[in-house]
């Protein structure tokens, strides 16, 4: 028969064991949690990075003379002007990814309209941001879908 020891100290393996996986499981739940939140906040500064972008665009065409016609050409010297003065945050190829503090641009609708967008970190679905030039208010707006 086994004897049992009368002046037990410390634990056995069995008892660690169980209490470190406790602690990996609870670890990595920890962990995923703060990742994810990470990222979305990453994406929200991103958004709002856009938001600053369409408002220095902004700024920027309302010292100049812009219609319809000369949109596109005005706003490419402005984006000349902003990756020259920025370290070339506007690309239009390649891949934007948030947190990068690049965006990708390109011309729609006959290039009355600008997208500004990002590849997200969260799975969050819109990435993208359009703005068009308004003549009655001569400000740019953004195009909801």
């Known amino acids: 028969m086994l004897k049992l020891r009368k002046n037990k100290k410390g634990f056995t393996l069995v008892e660690l064991i169980v209490v470190i996986a406790i602690m990996a499981v609870l670890a990595g739940t920890i962990a995923g949690v703060t990742v994810s939140q990470l990222n979305k906040n990453t994406d929200k500064t991103a958004y709002g990075e856009i938001a600053t ?13 812009v219609d ?11 984006i000349t002007e902003y990756n020259t003065e920025h370290n070339n945050p506007l690309v239009t190829t390649g891949t934007a990814k948030a ?6 641009y390109e011309w729609i609708e ?20 359009t703005y068009a030039f308004n003549e009655a208010t001569q400000s740019i707006k953004e195009v909801t879908a």
């Open 110 to 129: 006959r290039n009355t309209q600008i997208k500004f967008s990002f590849t997200p970190k969260s799975s969050s679905s819109k990435s993208e941001r």
């Open 53 to 65: 972008l369409a408002t220095a665009l902004d700024a920027y065409l309302s010292g100049e003379d």
């Open 68 to 78: 319809e016609t000369n949109f596109k050409a005005k706003v490419d010297d402005w």
């Open 99 to 104: 947190g990068s503090h690049t965006f990708k």
